[in-house]
């Protein structure tokens, strides 16, 4: 074998593989932090969607008429639970409501909190019920036209 044989040798491949390996493990991390990221944004996301849930349900019905101040979502989201804070504000007649959603399965930084600031309902003030007659026929007026 002569001193100047066409080839690389066994070092140069080793140096070689190394660099390759190094490159390869980057990759693969960054590839799972982006998987992680995804989860937890899917997790951030489902869990406002519960919380705009929830706060819509108190809108609607009034946390009066809520029967618990926490619970779980059951079918609509199995690995998800809810909380409901109700604070004065020291302003007349407001309270601060404040929803909690937290995924069950993320021990730490899994919450989502949303909260807004309701009327408290006047003690004299009858809850709003539809009329179930139709209202009187009103006549209709044509539109003068300017001339």
């Known amino acids: 074998m002569s001193r100047f044989d066409p ?51 108190i809108e609607v019905t009034g946390i009066e008429n809520l029967p618990f101040l926490s619970g779980e979502f059951d079918n609509l989201a199995p690995d998800y639970k809810w909380s409901v804070e109700v604070e004065p504000t020291g302003m007349k007649d407001w309270r601060k409501i404040t929803v909690t959603v937290s995924n069950k399965l993320v021990r ?21 019920r539809p009329s179930t007659t139709a209202p009187p026929a009103q006549k209709s007026v044509p539109l003068r036209r300017g001339g």
Do not use: C, N, W
């Open 7 to 57: 080839g690389f040798t066994f070092l140069e491949v080793m140096v070689a593989l190394a660099i390759l390996a190094t490159a390869f493990a980057a990759v693969l991390k960054l590839h799972g932090d982006s998987i992680e990221m995804l989860l937890a944004s899917r997790m951030h996301t489902s869990a406002a969607q519960l919380a705009q849930y929830k706060m819509t349900q």
């Open 108 to 128: 730490k930084g899994g919450d989502y909190q949303l909260t807004e600031f309701m009327p408290s309902p006047k003690p004299e003030q009858e809850p709003f």
